[in-house]
């Protein structure tokens, strides 16, 4: 996969498959490396910020954070 269609992925995942790749995914995972660990850090971060608390809670008890 190039970093462009990591980035898409990214972009068209949601909140909540964005935070189950980042907890199990095997260290050294390309989309946490360089360029596209830094967007996906963003797109992470834009994403939970506009969902509630409640809404951002109930998810990470789904993804078992």
């Known amino acids: 996969m190039t970093q462009e269609e990591m980035k898409q992925w990214i972009d068209n995942a949601t909140y909540e498959q964005l ?3 980042w907890r199990f995914a095997p260290s050294g995972d390309s989309f946490f490396v360089g360029e596209v660990g830094s967007y996906y850090t963003e797109v992470l ?10 809404e951002q809670v ?3 008890k789904r993804v078992e954070w």
């Open 19 to 21: 935070l189950q790749k």
């Open 45 to 54: 971060s834009k994403k939970r910020n506009g969902l509630s608390h409640a």
């Open 58 to 60: 109930s998810i990470s």
